[in-house]
């Protein structure tokens, strides 16, 4: 007997569906699964061979096979294991005369188009249903073809039900899948395991936004003192600009970092569904989180491995650099990770995507992100307190080296971070991240009128685009030409500097780009000119 039972998986950002086709025929007795599979999946067989057993069903001493189609992609992961044991399961008459009833009226409502559920998961050896990755782009991708309902893993149930529009049926056994797929458990679920369910998403959604909250009690009204740093963050968190902050061991460089995404503008929904798209495929989702709406933020340790930082893998996976798409990526004493890893940030922070080519395949992932990075001022870290720094001059320019001067020239801004006075760190009433996420939010709307759309920021803005949209009054302009003659400014320096003095103006709810405003640009651009 012949059963086909969709499914689906993803390459890249790409997804895809799979047929997943069992047949039963007469003949000696084995098993065999084709298609073009991944390694992964070829232990698929094992696991649903004692799965499916030790769930009380049997597995047919017949000649078994089994394919995934289509066989042109490279089929990874671990979610084709309950497809194919409910395909075994259907091929070899297992499910009962209620089920095949039910599996009539539902080839009905295939043959119309509404019908068909699309399953996902991974199989323990006692049958158990396990988490998957990548269920949310999937079914995304299969909405678009017109699948409407779904069998996944109850722990992904939440980024399931955040796909607008698709039928959700969350199961944590074979036992389980088998009673939805042959209708005996209707798709709404039975009115007391429905209501045993919801309270159970309630719980989870707790969960979820426990989780949450505890990410957003870090809050600018925290950092004392460092008004500077403080202001070159806002301006950064206002057009997207990457900076740099350098300072001394302990003067608050990183707890200024880790709260610039809590006055970064509110995700759209499209920045949401492509931030949760790529969490669910490398399988970051956290237990009871649905949509993700939050920027993230990423900060590697210098010791981190060249495809941990931007992907790739046997099979593809997204690295830092994409997990950090459409928040911030902290890279915490930047001369640490040395040239070469720094070098490979480049293609990403330039064309916020980084193209994955290996042997096997390439595919392209999105990597748009604020880069903050932050370093010492010398290998001790006191310059220019001279009664503590004993570096010499060799030493500190050898220290600065250390970080390319390719990457210093895609930064925007560069603040120093001072040590903290004992008055300030007196001072009550610092500025909550709310307070700052307003006038943000304010420089931001600004920008989307001007630029009639929503995830365009001042950074982003081309060298043409950059002339087009940052004019200047004639005093402002008289400031950067003297600025620009005077330390022979590299031309791109220039425009960094128009862009920036936009968001400043913007920042100060201004149409036009004052004397003011550039005047404040040029000094937060000022340590990156001789690098
Ligand atoms: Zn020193």
């Not at 931030?275 to 989180?289: D, P, W, Y």
């Not at 941990?308 to 640490?336: Q, S």
């Not at 120093?416 to 991240?433: C, D, F, H, P, T």
Request: glycine fraction near 8%; proline fraction near 4%.
């Amino acid at each position: 007997m012949y059963k086909s039972i969709l499914s689906g998986a993803f390459h890249g950002m790409e997804s895809f569906l799979v047929q997943v086709e069992a047949d039963i025929s007469d003949g000696l007795p084995c098993m065999d699964m084709i298609g073009y599979l991944s390694s992964e999946v070829k232990e698929t067989r094992e696991r649903v061979r004692v799965g499916i057993k030790n769930s009380g069903y049997q597995l047919p001493v017949k000649r078994i096979t089994i394919n995934l189609s289509p066989a042109d992609v490279r089929k990874g992961g671990s979610a084709f294991d309950l497809p194919v044991a409910l395909a075994l399961l259907a091929a070899s008459g297992q499910m009962d005369e209620a089920a095949k009833m039910a599996d009539a009226a539902r080839e009905n409502e295939e043959a119309r188009g509404t019908g068909e559920y699309l399953v996902l998961g991974e199989m323990g050896l006692d049958g158990t249903i396990k988490p998957v990755k990548g269920v949310f782009p999937i079914l995304m991708h299969a909405l678009d073809m017109g699948i409407g309902k779904c069998i996944v893993p109850i722990e992904n149930r939440e980024e399931a039900e955040a796909v607008d529009g698709m039928q959700v049926r969350a199961v944590s056994s074979l036992a389980e899948a088998v009673s939805v797929w042959t209708g005996r458990q209707n798709a709404g679920g039975s009115s007391d395991d429905r209501n045993a369910e919801e309270e159970k998403t309630e719980n989870d959604k707790t969960v979820g936004s426990l989780v949450i909250n505890r990410e957003n009690k870090k809050d600018f009204a925290d950092v004392c003192g460092q008004e500077m740093a403080k202001r070159a963050a806002e301006i950064a968190a206002a057009g997207f600009h990457n900076l740099l902050l350098v300072g001394p061991p302990g003067s608050g460089k990183s707890m200024i970092a880790e709260r610039i995404p809590t006055i970064m503008p509110l995700m759209s929904r499209e920045e949401s569904i492509a931030v949760t798209k790529i969490c669910s495929m490398a399988g970051k989702l956290q237990k009871g989180e649905g949509m993700v709406w939050q920027r993230p933020f990423l900060q590697p340790h210098h010791t981190i491995t060249a495809q941990a930082l931007v992907g790739g893998g046997n099979t593809p996976m997204p690295g830092i650099v994409t997990l950090a798409h459409r928040g911030v990526l902290f890279l915490d004493e930047l001369p640490e990770f040395g040239r070469e890893k720094l070098d490979l940030l480049r293609q990403p922070v330039e064309d916020k995507k980084v193209q994955i080519i290996r042997a096997r395949y390439a595919c392209t992932y999105p990597s748009d992100f604020l880069l903050a990075g932050a370093m010492n001022p010398c290998p001790c870290g006191y310059y220019p307190d001279l009664h503590k720094c004993n570096c010499t001059d060799q030493e500190r320019e050898r220290y600065q080296k250390r970080v390319s001067g390719a990457l210093l020239n895609r930064l925007d801004i560069c603040a120093e971070v001072g040590r903290i006075e004992w008055g300030q760190l007196q001072k009550q009433g610092n500025e909550s991240s709310a307070v700052i996420s307003k006038r943000v939010q304010k420089a931001i709307n600004r920008q989307k009128i001007r630029y009639g759309m929503d995830n365009k920021f001042n950074a982003d803005l081309s060298n043409e685009e950059t002339i087009l949209y940052c004019g200047m009054n004639a005093g402002a302009e008289r400031i950067l030409e003297r600025t620009y003659t005077k330390y022979q400014l590299n031309p791109r320096s220039l425009f960094r500097i128009r862009r920036l003095a936009r968001t400043i103006a913007d920042l100060a709810e201004s149409d036009e780009i004052k004397e003011v405003h550039v005047s404040e640009a040029i000094a937060l651009n000022k340590g990156l000119w001789h690098a």
